[in-house]
């Protein structure tokens, strides 16, 4: 099997590269330079060198507030450089494997929402993903989507880092507890890929951890963890504040958690609890932290 992966240096990439490689997939992961999707022809000679079995899009513009003043941007990537990777996925008779987002769904929801929910994004980074989901499908007949959310992981920027990075430094966090959702280990998201790699099936699929949380919560948990671990903490409490004492240019769904049954059905093992999932994090972190 070979598989190209868009996005591979980013923080969910790099976990599905390394993933990949070991279950002996011959990967191609071309950087940005060589696969951009702001320039379609780079995506269509990507494809056309690799000659892959399989596509997987982990690129995207995920500036949720910088999407609000670069419209352009967000939809140039989310949507248009998902549809020529998809239209060169079905170019190779490639299966397309495409990743979004929560964002996609309001957030008035009170249960977790199913893949055949009515979707209503928010912003212009929900809408620019919901745009790349429907493009992808119609471009390429053999394609996946997976929904995800609240994703962090070893490398790159993520909200784990930056709690850390924050509790280091004061005493005090203050964060939004009326957002709710499910925190996500990039490597866990990682292996449920790759079991829907085994026997593909076309349509929409939804990922995250187990359980739920508020962004209080998140963080909260995060704090305690780092501590127990032996992460330089100096925060002494984490305080719970509302959306409203924390505006943002963009508006966030308030309730964005997933239903896994449908994807729970095609995986070996339980999906792990996110709780479970911070805790390994944390600890490989500890033993490569210039990622």
């Given amino acids: 099997m070979r598989v190209l992966v868009a996005g591979a240096t980013g923080q969910l990439g790099v976990d599905l590269v390394n993933l990949l490689r070991c279950r002996g997939v011959d990967v191609a992961a071309p950087d940005a330079q060589r696969l951009d999707l702001l320039r379609p ?14 596509v997987i899009n982990c690129a995207a513009y995920t500036q949720v507030d910088g999407a609000e003043q670069d419209r352009e941007t967000a939809f140039a990537v989310n949507r248009d450089g998902a549809r020529v990777l998809a239209e060169a996925a079905a170019a190779a008779q490639a299966w397309m ?16 929402y199913t893949e055949d ?44 880092k930056t709690m850390l990075r ?6 005090e966090l203050r964060v939004v507890s009326d957002q709710t959702g499910t925190p996500t280990w990039t490597r866990d998201l990682a292996g449920a890929l790759w079991e829907l790699m085994q026997e593909p099936q076309v349509g929409v699929f939804h990922f995250s951890d187990a359980g739920q949380a508020s962004w209080y919560e998140f963080a909260a948990a995060i ?18 504040i509302t959306t409203a004492e924390y505006p943002t240019p963009a508006q966030r769904p308030a309730y964005s ?30 033993q490569c932290p210039e990622s």
Avoid at 151 to 160: I, S, T
Avoid at 166 to 171: G, H, I, N, T, V
Avoid at 223 to 240: D, I, S, T
């Fill in 41 to 54: 022809q780079t995506v269509r000679d990507a494809v056309h060198h690799a000659r892959p079995h399989w």
């Fill in 97 to 112: 494997l495409q990743v979004s987002t929560d964002f996609v769904f309001s957030g008035q929801s009170s249960a977790p």
């Fill in 117 to 160: 929910a009515p979707t209503g994004p928010l912003g212009v980074y929900g809408q620019s993903k919901r745009d790349g989901e429907l493009a992808v499908q119609q471009a390429c007949a053999s394609s996946i989507v997976v929904r995800t959310a609240w994703l962090y992981g070893v490398h790159g920027n993520n909200f784990v």
């Fill in 166 to 171: 924050l509790a280091a430094q004061r005493d």
């Fill in 223 to 240: 704090v305690q963890e780092a501590r127990a671990l032996g992460f330089p903490v100096q925060a002494q409490r984490v305080v719970p």
């Fill in 257 to 286: 958690v997933l239903s896994k049954a449908k994807i729970e059905r095609l995986l070996a093992a339980p999906i792990p609890h996110w709780r479970d999932s911070l805790r390994a994090m944390l600890k490989e972190l500890q």
